[in-house]
């Protein structure tokens, strides 16, 4: 069974404050994904990374970084928050030789920035 | 530009009824289109797909049809249960890239 799991459940910082989110999945994928969900606007990708140390912006990597030092852990960083970052952040795993683009999802990090 | 579109914020339908929820593509170069599922404070989960080459998936209660000429696809549950309560996101990939495009979801709720 795949697992994927996120560092906190629920975070709240304040604005100009650096954030880690981590997520860590066991399932030796290749690919790793982070997006943000906020209601009527779906999932929106921020980065994703398809190995170790490397990585691809998504639609709305603004204001992001990410880390990929080893294969199960993919950290995604806010430099300096802003209370336009209050979202729900979800991170995702999934192998490079997929047969079905099936995409294996953390439980979220419910983030408030103040 | 939204690439997928679900046009239905919300749906309420009876328990025991059929519930259908649909969405719409605009990339012709989507060959894979996948249904999750998503409580509130929980990741999606991964419910049913359909490949560009068939014309309709079945597992057990959930069916999905794709009309590729209408660049369609619906979610049918039957019968619809109270669990069955959830926001429902369509999503797609073209065969090129690793990335899922995602629709802005449907919040189906069940009535008993």
């Known amino acids: 069974d795949v697992k994927v799991t996120q560092s906190s459940r629920y975070l709240v910082k304040r604005t100009g404050e650096k954030v880690f989110l981590e997520c860590v999945q066991d399932?030796?994928?290749?690919?790793m994904f982070w997006y943000r969900q906020d209601p009527g606007l779906g999932l929106r990708l921020i980065y994703f990374s398809y190995d170790v140390k490397m990585k691809e912006k998504g639609d709305i990597p603004e204001g992001y970084s990410v880390s990929r030092e080893k294969k199960e852990r993919f950290s995604l960083i806010l430099e300096s928050a802003s209370t336009n970052q209050t979202s729900m952040y979800l991170c995702a795993s999934s192998p490079y030789h997929r047969s079905s683009y099936e995409q294996y999802f953390g439980p979220g990090t419910r983030l408030t920035v103040t | 530009d939204q690439q997928v579109k679900q046009n239905s914020p919300s749906l309420s339908v009876q328990e025991g009824r059929i519930s259908i929820l649909n969405c719409d593509y605009t990339?012709?170069?989507?060959?894979?289109f996948l249904w999750y599922k998503k409580y509130p404070a929980e990741g999606p989960t991964f419910l049913i797909s359909i490949s560009s080459i068939k014309d309709k998936n079945e597992d057990g209660r959930f069916t999905v049809f794709l009309n590729k000429s209408a660049k369609h696809l619906s979610l049918h549950i039957v019968p619809s249960q109270p669990g069955d309560s959830a926001v429902y996101f369509c999503?797609?990939?073209?065969?090129?890239?690793?990335?899922?495009?995602w629709g802005a979801g449907t919040k189906l709720i069940i009535k008993p």
């Open positions: 999503a797609a990939s073209a065969q090129s890239n690793y990335q899922l495009i």
């Open positions: 399932m030796d994928h290749e690919n």
């Open positions: 990339n012709s170069m989507f060959d894979y």
